[in-house]
């Protein structure tokens, strides 16, 4: 049996598994063939439309955890495509960093030609090869470094770069100018190349400070819109839009799957309401999703949207009518107690199972939870916080559907 059959036939089993089976065949290169069984059974959920594919050819493990999404692809595209007013026919798109493709795939799609550019030979094998499987045959792919090849490139619509957060030892990085490539440095010969410039960076990355650098590298406002990029309330990435044709003031964009709030920051931002808290019960307690917590525009959706927050750094809302289109976790309160024992009991009657958020509060959730005597999951939540006037309180809280 060769390997490709050998993975059609085990490609559902675990990896584990198939590793053992593959060791007892002299003629299956066990590593490769749990490298595609790994690689497509991840692509089954993350990237559905390359594992209906037969044949596709994936990168080892930790290249598929860090590769994009199809969701997270497709939002890029959606968002370049929305810069399309400054696109000139026919359009050219740039991939500098082309890695494992999935960003380039749906990209390119939207474009009349593309060009992948990536330094390491046996990827740009492997996208060759992905790409014709996949119906992409208007890629040029390029190996190379991008910082060579940069000065030497066409004009193009729109130039895409994902700089490698790891250095040469391998370990994780997180400043832009520590990144491969740097973009800081590269930054005004890419503006002059493209009519549109997108950046996807580190999401650990505070994006005012992304800002600022890239602002200061160009000399120039050019960071048009911050994208902070969430799904299943955990941010994924940073994205920046920078343009020195357009003259739009920079937004700021928070997804989190279908929740979206977009805002423009002030220069001076408002403060945060601060509630007195009184009666809480049958009122509603707000959690705003990761994006906005990324964002820290908190004040923005306190303007929009009738809320005080129960401290200044609790980023915990309260409301006495349940708000619809709050980008979070909305939850009615049931009821609210201090840690004093006889309270306790009262409030928690009936209750040995709860899901426990800690914030602004002196301990841990394992803590809390030991002292509650609850188990972790059910339908009821429990958050312990500080209020405004030093009060140490418990909400418990249903969701509110």
Not at 74 to 101: C, E, H, N, V
Not at 249 to 258: K, L, W
Not at 299 to 306: D, F, K, T
Request: negative net charge.
């Amino acid at each position: 049996m060769g390997e490709d059959a050998f993975i059609l036939q085990h490609r559902e089993e675990d990896v584990r598994s198939v590793a053992l089976q593959a060791a007892k065949n002299p003629d299956i290169n066990g590593r490769y063939v749990t490298e595609q069984i790994a690689g497509w059974q991840k692509a089954r959920t993350k990237l559905p439309t390359w594992a209906a594919v037969e044949g596709i050819v994936y990168p080892p493990q930790i290249a598929m955890e860090q590769c994009s999404s199809e969701t997270t692809a497709q939002y890029k595209t959606a968002t370049a495509l929305r810069w399309s007013r400054f696109f000139q026919s026919p359009t050219l798109f740039i991939d500098l960093t082309g890695g494992f493709g999935v960003d380039h795939y749906y990209l390119a799609r939207a474009f009349d030609r593309s060009i992948y550019i990536e330094r390491q030979e046996a990827l740009c094998e492997t996208v060759r090869h992905n790409f014709q499987l996949l119906g992409l045959p208007h890629t040029d792919v390029t190996c190379g470094d991008s910082n060579d090849l940069l000065p030497t490139l066409p004009h193009a619509s729109l130039i895409f770069a994902d700089p490698a957060r790891r250095d040469i030892h391998g370990a994780r990085t997180y400043a832009i100018s520590d990144c491969t490539p740097d973009v800081c440095t590269l930054l005004p010969t890419m503006l002059q190349k493209c009519d549109i410039l997108l950046l996807k960076l580190s999401p650990m990355l505070d994006w005012h400070q992304a800002v600022l650098a890239l602002n200061n590298a160009a000399q120039a406002t050019v960071v048009r819109e911050v994208h902070i990029v969430a799904t299943g309330n955990e941010c994924k990435e940073l994205l920046l839009v920078l343009s020195v044709k357009a003259t739009d003031g920079m937004q700021v964009v928070c997804v989190n799957d279908e929740q979206t709030f977009a805002y423009t920051p002030d220069e001076q931002p408002a403060t945060v309401p601060i509630a007195s808290i009184d009666d809480l019960t049958g009122g509603y307690l707000l959690e705003p999703n990761a994006a906005i917590m990324k964002a820290g525009c908190f004040a923005e959706i306190c303007r929009l949207h009738p809320l005080q927050a129960i401290a200044q750094n609790s980023h915990l809302f309260i409301a006495n009518d349940r708000i619809d289109d709050f980008p979070g976790r909305t939850f009615r309160i049931n009821t609210v107690t201090t840690m004093n024992k006889q309270e306790l009991r009262t409030a928690l009657q009936g209750i040995s199972q709860a899901n426990i958020t800690v914030r602004n509060f002196p301990m841990t959730v394992a803590e809390l939870r030991k002292r509650l005597k609850v188990r972790d999951g059910g339908d009821y939540y429990i958050f312990a916080t500080t209020t405004a006037d030093n009060r140490r309180l418990l909400l418990v809280c249903e969701k509110s559907n």
